[in-house]
């Protein structure tokens, strides 16, 4: 299983982060109470969700709009395209990631 061990400082706040781990686009979003990551790709066409705008929870894709629930990884745009949420643990200033 891939993981990815961040300090939570290099992770700015309310603003989405692309990192990369073996070739695995990660996006990661901190909020004042969590931690969020999804892989980094829109699923309707592909474009990367790091480039989106941050917004009230609400993270939007640049490509074409789609819109996303930070907290649930829902779509809010069209709800069967939603993200599948990557496992996030925060203890003290480490996070870390891990997926399948």
């Not at 891939?2 to 989405?16: E, G, M, T, V």
């Not at 686009?25 to 969590?34: E, L, Y």
């Not at 395209?81 to 997926?99: A, R, Y």
Request: glycine share 8%.
């Amino acid at each position: 299983m891939p993981k990815i061990d961040l300090k939570l400082d290099d992770i700015p706040l309310n603003s989405p982060l692309r990192i990369e781990s073996n070739g695995s686009p990660i996006v990661i979003i901190r909020t004042n109470g969590a931690i969020h990551a999804f892989t980094d790709r829109c699923p309707h066409a592909h474009w990367p969700l790091s480039e989106g705008e941050l917004k009230d929870g609400v993270l939007q894709c640049i490509g074409h709009g789609w819109e996303f629930d930070i907290e649930t990884g829902r779509c809010l745009t069209v709800p069967v395209c939603s993200l599948e949420p990557l496992s996030t643990i925060v203890d003290s200033n480490k996070v870390c990631i891990e997926w399948d």
